[in-house]
């Protein structure tokens, strides 16, 4: 289970890592105010943790980068990953003094949930994401552009682009691969919106309502997906279809969501893309970068790790601030330009083979590519409605909540 506490337990602890979140950013710490996710606009907090250096520390015990090559040496360093490491048997064992704060990943574990694997598992189950849904399977692009027509005809003029089209896309592509009986998809689909806030959980404590949500119904999709397998190959595509409902859903519709708004916000790029749907993965592509649906990775050190003239202590963490480290010009030429025809010299750091993310860029970007080059089809004078909001605590995902938009020409 992702945890076992009681409520009286649980509540005071995730509020107390809040205060602490809070505290931490009292000295303008940019990493501690990223943390507090209070701003619809990081990107300045990118730039000031990028002065910092190569490697910065930070008051919430953390060492944090948004430089593009450290960042990228980080990511693909098999002696950091997000599993945390544990005592060896026998090693601190001594009972914690009541005044010490637990860590996050202790109050509300996320490895049932298939969020702490080791690196091999994840390069294992990228595999399996690959072949399910990449580009090796070209019926599955039909059916997903199939399914956004159908969620187009079920929606008025004026609805809401998150929950409305880019979600139950989501959830009933997954569905649909998965082979949730159609008797509970309905049921799917909403406790894939009770999850959402899974991966923000990662680095910043949810209110005791939001984790009791999580919990349940991250409970409810294991069961709805059958039994623990024996073997260890039923074992990683249990492994992977837990993660797919739980983060890869979220995941998609995000990005679709960020993608739509990123071409509403450069009309000429909107005008492209709804003059030639095959941009629409461009489109995809650079949002990836431009505004990922990921935006923080936290790493453990397994061992010690020498960066840039820094020692990361085996125990220690490390942030890496991948939507900072997407911007940095020292990668990317005009990073804060939206820019359809990029060929940039580097790779974007969103999504990485062997973690999480690589296992859930196939689904994503699928998802993603398809609902976007729907509505541009479909309706091409699709505009906001109404002001976009995002999801509250949320410094990984950014989280889009809402996003109000009407079809009708303004």
């Known amino acids: 289970m992702i945890s076992t506490k009681t409520d009286s337990d649980l509540g005071p602890e995730l509020m107390t890592l809040r205060g602490m979140q809070w505290i931490y950013g009292i000295k303008n710490d940019p990493y501690a105010l990223l943390l507090r996710a209070e701003s619809d606009e990081p990107h300045a907090l990118g730039r000031q943790a990028r002065e910092h250096g190569a490697l910065m520390w930070s008051t919430a015990e953390t060492w944090v980068t948004a430089r593009y090559d450290t960042a990228s040496a980080l990511l693909s360093d098999p002696r950091l990953g997000v599993h945390y490491p544990r005592p060896e048997p026998g090693a601190g064992d001594e009972e914690a003094m009541a005044w010490q704060i637990p860590a996050l990943h202790d109050v509300l574990p996320l490895g049932d949930v298939s969020l702490a694997l080791d690196r091999a598992s994840y390069r294992r189950l990228r595999g399996q994401a690959v072949a399910a849904v990449g580009t090796g399977r070209p019926a599955f692009a039909a059916e997903l552009a199939k399914r956004s027509e159908g969620q187009l005809d079920l929606l008025d003029t004026d609805f809401d682009l998150m929950t409305d089209f880019a979600h139950p896309l989501a959830a009933h592509a997954l569905a649909d691969l998965l082979g949730v009986a159609v008797a509970d998809r309905e049921r799917f689909a909403g406790l894939c919106v009770d999850v959402a806030p899974a991966l923000d959980a990662t680095l910043c404590p949810p209110r005791l309502v939001t984790a009791r949500e999580l919990i349940t119904a991250a409970r409810e999709i294991g069961e709805l997906l059958g039994a623990p397998a024996s073997d260890r190959g039923a074992d990683d595509?249990?492994?992977?279809?837990?993660?797919?409902?739980?983060?890869?859903?979220?995941?998609?519709?995000?990005?679709?969501?960020?993608?739509?708004?990123?071409?509403?916000?450069?009309?000429?790029?909107?005008?492209?893309?709804?003059?030639?749907?095959?941009?629409?993965?461009?489109?995809?592509?650079?949002?990836?970068?431009?505004?990922?649906?990921?935006?923080?990775?936290?790493?453990?050190?397994?061992?010690?790790?020498?960066?840039?003239?820094?020692?990361?202590?085996?125990?220690?963490?490390?942030?890496?601030?991948?939507?900072?480290?997407n911007r940095d010009p020292e990668a990317f030429t005009e990073p804060d330009r939206f820019?359809?025809?990029?060929?940039?010299?580097?790779?974007?750091?969103?999504?990485?083979?062997?973690?999480?993310?690589?296992?859930?860029?196939?689904?994503?970007?699928?998802?993603?590519?398809?609902?976007?080059?729907?509505?541009?089809?479909?309706?091409?004078?699709?505009?906001?409605?109404?002001?976009?909001?995002?999801?509250?605590?949320?410094?990984?995902?950014?989280?889009?909540?809402?996003?109000?938009?009407?079809?009708?020409?303004?």
């Open 237 to 325: 595509e249990r492994a992977s279809r837990l993660l797919l409902a739980v983060a890869g859903v979220q995941l998609a519709a995000n990005l679709t969501a960020r993608t739509v708004s990123a071409l509403l916000d450069h009309p000429e790029a909107w005008a492209s893309v709804r003059d030639d749907a095959a941009l629409a993965p461009a489109a995809v592509r650079e949002t990836v970068r431009y505004a990922p649906p990921v935006r923080l990775q936290q790493l453990f050190a397994h061992e010690d790790v020498k960066v840039k003239g820094t020692t990361i202590t085996a125990g220690r963490t490390v942030t890496v601030l991948v939507e900072a480290a």
């Open 339 to 410: 820019d359809l025809g990029r060929e940039a010299a580097a790779a974007p750091l969103t999504f990485v083979d062997d973690l999480y993310t690589g296992t859930l860029e196939p689904f994503a970007t699928a998802v993603a590519t398809a609902g976007v080059a729907t509505l541009a089809a479909r309706l091409p004078a699709l505009r906001r409605a109404a002001p976009e909001l995002r999801r509250l605590r949320a410094p990984v995902t950014g989280g889009v909540l809402r996003m109000p938009v009407t079809g009708t020409a303004g």
